[in-house]
């Protein structure tokens, strides 16, 4: 067997289906082996479009996304990608082709050291040096991507090995899986937590990122019921518990003043799947009167003078809310305070319902009449993403994404061309503002390609919006941040997609409702109106 063979062959034995990229013509011999797998290569048009993908297929799936990339220009545009699969633990393989091991050289045509630039945003970066690693190296690197914390691992593939010959006979024995399951030991300390939450008059909880990862809220949900504590949930914790559970006081944003009036009562913090990279930081909590701090996590959270907790469970998250939820008998607080006071929400314009152009209130929540519960929505970064996270109401777990650790723009296309993949039979709409659609808007081919339909929502004023109200909230003046845009609706039929532009606030359902239902791919231009912030 050539190393190429090998290489799909291990890729196959691991359940991949999909690898997100774009070919290069120097791995010829790894293409050829892929054209006769089941495996799909997913053709995108920007290599950081094809790492978005892997991100959100991991973290839906559970199962690394795989991405691609040729050497040189093309490993490079890879990275905003894998970083930000590294900062929000998105389960990752992303693979790179390379010159020969001999040409390994910084002045070598189109050389870069991928091992050392992958490095520091993956939790592992390794180069191929022989065919006969391929099985063990990438057996390995499934395994490790998964681990919590899950991340990426990026591979670096230089050209000689994929021609390279194995004899057939000797692949099973350089096929060795790694099994590598996590040797942590889960501190099953009920007694203390329990008796914490007894002595407590105000304990909230503070639900995170790894309680959707690991699958954990049915169990998140008996724990509040039983013992019947407020939450709060993070960016990446949206969806673990339902908008309209009576204990849910909305999602953590340190602008909103009742929030900060929430923790200031507060005697103890449970942090259950807290990760730091969320942007949550303890000052939020650090206020007001003395209080206890318990760390309910997958892997230890104490991150130097930043984050100490008084009481840290390191655990798989299921395992230990069940045996939480049977174990301790604390009676159920009482709060003698209207919870209503004490939620995250944003005033609504009194006029959102009638000015044009819209307010961004209004265009999420006619997103959410429009959607079923159980559809996807992605939002991009920029000044709408603190709207989603804060007024649009989830109530299931996966239903949605945000870039959050990283933050980065032009993360909502790929995801949500990503999303429908997963997910074909639910409805899928991407948030965007107009900058940060406008630097994947090449992928819009991509969805047209595949035939996924998704909608994409353009939030459009013309300006990167969170720095120009950064500015004018400072400086009173603006600079830099206000640009031109294109006709999207054109645009988006120059892609092959349905364009639509809202014209009036009256219009705004209906031009939704016919996007998002069209079976087809979808922009939606929505004028907006941002002088009312949050």
């Given at each position: 067997?050539?190393?190429?063979?090998?290489?799909?062959?291990?890729?196959?034995d691991?359940?991949?289906?999909?690898?997100?990229?774009?070919?290069?013509?120097?791995?010829?011999?790894?293409?050829?082996?892929?054209?006769?797998?089941?495996?799909?290569?997913?053709t995108v048009?920007?290599?950081?479009?094809?790492?978005?993908?892997?991100?959100v297929?991991?973290?839906?799936?559970?199962?690394?996304?795989?991405?691609?990339?040729?050497?040189?220009?093309?490993?490079?545009?890879?990275v905003?990608?894998?970083?930000?699969?590294?900062?929000?633990?998105s389960?990752?393989?992303?693979?790179?082709?390379?010159?020969?091991?001999?040409?390994?050289?910084?002045?070598?045509?189109q050389?870069?050291?991928?091992e050392?630039?992958f490095?520091?945003i993956?939790?592992?970066?390794?180069?191929?040096?022989?065919?006969?690693?391929?099985?063990?190296?990438?057996?390995?690197?499934?395994?490790?991507?998964?681990?919590?914390?899950?991340?990426?691992?990026?591979?670096?593939?230089?050209?000689?090995?994929?021609?390279?010959?194995?004899?057939?006979?000797n692949?099973?024995?350089?096929?060795?899986?790694?099994?590598?399951?996590?040797?942590?030991?889960?501190?099953?300390?009920?007694?203390?937590?329990?008796?914490?939450?007894?002595?407590?008059?105000?304990?909230?909880?503070?639900?995170?990122?790894?309680?959707?990862?690991?699958?954990?809220s049915?169990?998140?949900?008996?724990?509040i019921?039983?013992f019947?504590?407020?939450?709060?949930?993070?960016?990446?914790?949206?969806?673990?518990?339902?908008?309209?559970?009576?204990?849910?006081?909305?999602?953590?944003s340190?602008?909103?003043?009742?929030?900060?009036?929430?923790?200031?009562?507060?005697?103890?913090?449970?942090?259950i799947?807290?990760?730091?990279?969320?942007?949550?930081?303890?000052?939020?909590?650090?206020?007001?009167?003395?209080?206890?701090?318990?760390?309910?996590?997958t892997?230890?959270?104490?991150?130097?003078?930043?984050?100490?907790?008084?009481?840290?469970?390191?655990?798989?998250?299921k395992?230990?809310?069940?045996?939480?939820?049977?174990?301790?008998?604390?009676?159920?607080?009482?709060?003698?305070?209207?919870?209503?006071?004490?939620?995250?929400?944003?005033?609504?314009?009194?006029?959102?319902?009638?000015?044009?152009?819209?307010?961004?209130h209004?265009?999420?929540a006619?997103i959410?009449?429009?959607l079923?519960?159980?559809?996807?929505?992605?939002?991009?970064?920029?000044?709408?993403?603190?709207?989603?996270?804060l007024?649009?109401?989830?109530?299931?777990?996966?239903?949605?994404?945000?870039?959050?650790?990283?933050?980065?723009?032009?993360?909502?296309?790929?995801?949500?061309?990503?999303?429908?993949?997963?997910?074909?039979d639910r409805?899928?709409?991407?948030?965007?503002?107009?900058?940060?659609?406008?630097?994947?808007?090449?992928?819009?081919?991509?969805?047209?390609r595949?035939k996924?339909?998704?909608?994409?929502?353009?939030?459009?004023?013309?300006?990167?919006?969170?720095?120009?109200?950064?500015?004018?909230?400072?400086?009173?003046?603006?600079?830099?941040?206000?640009?031109?845009?294109?006709?999207?609706?054109?645009?988006?039929?120059s892609f092959?997609?349905?364009?639509?532009d809202?014209?009036?606030?009256?219009d705004?359902?209906?031009?939704?409702?016919?996007?998002?239902?069209?079976?087809?791919?979808?922009?939606?231009?929505?004028p907006i109106?941002?002088?009312e912030?949050?």
């Amino acid at each position: 067997m050539k190393g190429a063979d090998i290489f799909v062959k291990t890729l196959e034995d691991n359940g991949v289906k999909y690898i997100f990229g774009v070919p290069g013509d120097i791995e010829l011999s790894l293409f050829e082996s892929l054209s006769y797998s089941d495996i799909d290569f997913f053709t995108v048009r920007h290599e950081q479009t094809g790492a978005f993908m892997a991100d959100v297929y991991g973290r839906l799936t559970g199962k690394p996304g795989v991405c691609f990339s040729t050497l040189g220009p093309g490993a490079a545009n890879l990275v905003t990608g894998v970083a930000n699969a590294y900062l929000d633990r998105s389960p990752m393989i992303a693979i790179s082709g390379q010159l020969k091991v001999d040409e390994f050289h910084k002045n070598a045509h189109q050389y870069l050291d991928l091992e050392k630039i992958f490095k520091p945003i993956t939790k592992q970066s390794t180069v191929i040096y022989s065919a006969k690693q391929i099985p063990s190296i990438l057996n390995k690197s499934f395994e490790i991507a998964k681990t919590e914390r899950p991340g990426p691992i990026h591979i670096t593939l230089p050209i000689n090995i994929l021609d390279e010959d194995i004899p057939n006979s000797n692949y099973e024995s350089y096929n060795q899986q790694n099994n590598l399951a996590q040797t942590q030991t889960y501190e099953y300390d009920i007694d203390s937590v329990c008796e914490a939450i007894k002595k407590s008059a105000f304990p909230i909880i503070i639900a995170g990122n790894a309680v959707i990862r690991q699958e954990a809220s049915e169990e998140l949900i008996n724990f509040i019921d039983k013992f019947q504590i407020l939450a709060f949930s993070t960016f990446q914790g949206k969806g673990a518990i339902p908008a309209n559970h009576r204990l849910y006081l909305g999602v953590i944003s340190r602008h909103l003043k009742n929030v900060q009036k929430t923790f200031e009562s507060a005697d103890l913090i449970l942090n259950i799947g807290y990760d730091y990279v969320e942007g949550i930081k303890p000052d939020i909590w650090e206020t007001g009167i003395k209080k206890r701090v318990i760390s309910i996590d997958t892997i230890s959270n104490t991150v130097d003078r930043f984050y100490r907790p008084d009481i840290e469970i390191v655990s798989n998250l299921k395992q230990y809310l069940r045996e939480f939820y049977k174990n301790c008998n604390c009676p159920p607080k009482s709060y003698n305070i209207n919870k209503n006071e004490l939620k995250s929400t944003i005033e609504v314009p009194r006029d959102a319902d009638s000015c044009f152009p819209l307010k961004p209130h209004k265009v999420i929540a006619e997103i959410r009449n429009v959607l079923d519960v159980h559809d996807v929505i992605v939002s991009d970064v920029g000044r709408h993403k603190q709207f989603v996270g804060l007024l649009f109401k989830a109530y299931h777990p996966k239903t949605v994404l945000f870039s959050n650790g990283l933050s980065s723009m032009g993360f909502g296309l790929p995801a949500a061309i990503a999303a429908k993949l997963v997910n074909p039979d639910r409805k899928v709409v991407a948030v965007c503002g107009d900058g940060g659609f406008m630097m994947n808007v090449q992928d819009l081919e991509t969805a047209v390609r595949y035939k996924l339909p998704i909608t994409i929502v353009i939030i459009n004023d013309s300006a990167y919006g969170m720095v120009k109200y950064a500015q004018l909230n400072k400086f009173g003046k603006t600079y830099g941040a206000d640009f031109g845009n294109p006709d999207f609706k054109k645009l988006a039929e120059s892609f092959g997609a349905k364009g639509f532009d809202v014209k009036s606030t009256s219009d705004l359902r209906s031009t939704l409702e016919e996007a998002v239902y069209s079976g087809k791919v979808s922009v939606v231009n929505v004028p907006i109106d941002y002088s009312e912030g949050l």
